[in-house]
């Protein structure tokens, strides 16, 4: 069974930074591209960006609003996704969801829990 | 890019079939045949119902089917149940991105 679990989230100053981590078991973590998901209280969910596999090339997309601040990378020896966040806005408050991404069905099959970022002064 | 177009709600009886919307462009939805669904209780983690349009995920009900037509992709949901009460999101590729709708309540009468 694949097990998606995020942690890293809290309060944070607008202008601030923090480093979500999201560790994973049950899959063939290497061979995994994985996207970061994100949903603003009572909101809708956006899309983040999304890393794929080393041996795919190892390379990022980004939403336009998140492009420039925000920095998405793997440790594939250690299972773990990551989502480093700098000069954090308001807007960008949100429970976060790690998951997986499969390019050949272009959807998102499995989903961590969330973590919830705040960014508030 | 902007967010996919659904309806903020819907509604229908038990038994009841009820067809959620998604209106994209020709730069997405129109375009490729990576749409997808995804069902979402309060307080839950996005669940997939539905992916490549059309298609279920092992342990998804059979009453859960997908359709495109166009720009415009759907969600139908037959013999309503109490417990398809949720969001629905829906979700497409974009070239090198991803699009999620705004989302629609689905409330079982």
């Known amino acids: 069974e694949v097990q998606l679990v995020e942690s890293g989230g809290g309060l944070v100053k607008p202008g601030g930074s923090l480093r979500l981590s999201c560790a994973a078991s049950?899959?063939?973590?290497?061979?995994?591209?994985m996207s970061w998901v994100r949903q603003a209280p009572g909101e809708g969910l956006e899309w983040v960006g999304r890393?794929?596999?080393?041996?795919?090339?190892?390379?990022?997309d980004y939403a336009a609003p998140v492009k420039g601040r925000f920095t998405i990378s793997r440790d594939d020896s250690k299972n773990t996704l990551f989502l480093e966040m700098n000069s954090l806005k308001t807007e960008d408050s949100a429970v976060y969801y790690c998951?997986?991404?499969?390019?050949?069905?272009?959807?998102?099959?499995?989903w961590g829990q969330g973590t919830l970022v705040t960014v508030s002064s | 890019q902007s967010a996919l177009t659904q309806p903020p709600s819907a509604s229908g009886s038990p038994g009841q079939s009820v067809t959620i919307s998604c209106t994209g462009t020709?730069?997405?939805?129109?375009?490729?045949?990576?749409v997808s669904w995804y069902q979402q209780h309060p307080g839950k983690a996005p669940k997939l119902m539905i992916y490549?349009?059309?298609k279920r995920p092992s342990g998804v009900p059979d009453r859960f089917s997908g359709s495109k037509s166009g720009n415009t992709a759907s969600l139908t949901v037959s013999g309503l149940q109490a417990e398809d009460e949720a969001d629905y999101y829906c979700?497409?590729?974009?070239?090198?991105?991803?699009?999620f709708g705004g989302g629609t309540k689905l409330t079982v009468l």
């Open positions: 890393i794929l596999s080393n041996s795919d090339g190892g390379t990022t």
């Open positions: 490549e349009v059309s």
């Open positions: 020709s730069s997405d939805i129109g375009a490729y045949k990576y």
């Open positions: 979700s497409s590729y974009a070239g090198q991105k991803i699009i």
């Open positions: 049950g899959l063939t973590f290497s061979s995994a591209w």
């Open positions: 998951s997986t991404y499969y390019y050949t069905s272009g959807s998102h099959n499995h």
